[in-house]
């Protein structure tokens, strides 16, 4: 199964994502070809052509999260190399899932702030911003403050490793 392939990339990218808050260029280069490698060593022409879809709706569907500052740039292109070993389609599934993922996760943090109180809870943050939602029907970011839990970088490799294995493990046929 090429599937199982990705799953080298992401052990590493996660580990250098929590170590460092950054995925190396040259790992996302080296999981890519693979992705390709095996892509086109499995299905020919009609692999490599699956494996360039991949890359681009896996790097499509991150790239509107990283122009907006919510992912950093190697996650986006981390997503685009999980899109080579999945394809198009199992590509979206899969980011889909871990925005999900990282979503429940960012839930936690901030559940976490409220329960535990060692750093500024963003609960008034978002409570302001809804009612201006509510009042001018118009939304309105306020960044979150100096300290305060969702201010914090977020690993999110650990949501693609998550998702593309959530994924790999639904795919999975069970005969």
């Keep these: 199964m090429i599937e199982l392939g990705v799953a080298p990339l992401v052990i590493i990218a996660v580990i250098r994502d929590v170590q460092s808050h950054r995925i190396p260029n040259i790992l996302i280069l080296a999981g890519a070809a693979v992705g390709f490698l095996l892509q086109g060593w499995a299905a020919g022409a009609g692999g490599v052509l699956a494996a360039t879809y991949g890359l681009l709706v896996g790097l499509a569907i991150l790239l509107p999260g990283y122009l907006m500052g919510f992912t950093g740039a190697g996650d986006a292109k981390l997503m685009a190399a999980v899109g080579t070993f999945l394809g ?8 889909l899932i871990s925005i999900f993922i990282g979503g429940l996760i960012a839930m ?44 914090k970088k ?20 069970l005969a």
Aim: glycine share 10%; proline share 10%; no cysteine.
């Design 108 to 151: 936690g943090f901030a559940f976490s702030a409220l329960i535990f109180r060692r750093s500024a809870t963003p609960w008034g943050r978002y409570s302001l911003m809804l009612r201006a939602l509510v009042i001018t029907g118009r939304p309105l970011y306020i960044p979150p403050e100096e300290g305060e839990v969702m201010g």
């Design 88 to 95: 198009p389609i199992g590509v979206l599934q899969a980011a």
């Design 154 to 173: 977020f690993p999110f490799a650990v949501s693609i490793a998550l998702g593309s294995t959530a994924w790999i493990v639904w795919q999975w046929p």
